[in-house]
């Protein structure tokens, strides 16, 4: 399923939760958090729409290491005497420029989203905030991961939850733990509607589970997709009235 649709899909389920959970307070931040949360399954994949926004820096990646590269060359030659530790800096100086070139496209933005989620774990661990370093954790190890393994498992889903009970005991925000559990088992439960499905209790089991009715990338399925958006939004909005009382 395409990350617009698992935008909508998380938002709608955003609704759900704001109207339809007792005890859960309205909230346009956890609507946001939802859609955030529906995201988040697919940072192993590099092309995903996270992926991009999350590692931003993935264009510098490649300048970062071009400037080591120049400044390796540069201390060697005007610091160090021709000999083996001038080779060496040379040598180091040309990995670094070989890297540079190869960081392209995917390599690159995992690289970015490595150094974003290291970031986060830092600012986690100078706040003493553990559900930060653990989403940290989670944005830095994901990328380089199997497309649909860990990320799309039933354990992980838990510990995208834990992650928000831990920030709504940090931050006092009630509801937080159930936005972001429940946008997050959004994104797995509509791409176990595609044809590949969901490897839901990996590594217990291989098994995928799936109702086959998306073709990822098709007219059809495209048209599909958003027929799903469409209806699941009409229903949520119908419960959330009824639950109202207009």
């Keep these: 399923m395409r990350g617009s649709a698992h935008l909508a899909i998380g938002l709608i389920t955003g609704v759900a939760v704001a109207g339809l959970v007792p005890g859960i307070p309205f909230s346009l931040a956890g609507i946001a958090l939802a859609g955030f949360s529906a995201l988040a399954p697919d940072l192993d994949h590099p092309e995903s729409k ?47 420029g070989l890297l540079g070139v190869a960081l392209q496209g995917g390599s690159a933005r995992r690289l970015a989203l490595l150094f974003t989620g290291l970031g986060t774990v830092l600012a986690g661990l100078y706040s003493q905030f553990l559900w930060l370093s653990l989403l940290g954790t989670f944005i830095a190890l994901a990328p380089f991961t199997a497309h649909r393994s860990w990320t799309h498992t039933i354990w992980a889903t838990a510990l995208w939850t834990y992650i928000g009970y831990l920030a709504n005991h940090s931050l006092g925000w009630r509801g937080i733990a159930h936005y972001a559990g429940a946008g997050y088992a959004s994104h797995l439960l509509a791409d176990t509607l595609t044809k590949s499905g969901v490897r839901w209790l990996l590594p217990l089991t291989d098994f995928s589970f799936k109702i086959p009715l998306l073709s990822t990338g098709s007219k059809a399925g495209n048209v599909l997709e958003a027929t799903i958006c469409l209806g699941y939004g009409l229903l949520v909005l119908g419960l959330v009235i009824g639950k109202i009382g207009f």
């Design 50 to 96: 996270l992926s991009h926004r999350l590692g931003f820096t993935h264009g510098y990646v490649r300048w970062a290491f071009g400037a080591a590269a120049l400044g390796l060359a540069a201390y060697a030659y005007f610091q160090l005497k021709p000999g083996a530790d001038q080779r060496l800096s040379y040598t180091a100086a040309l990995a670094f």
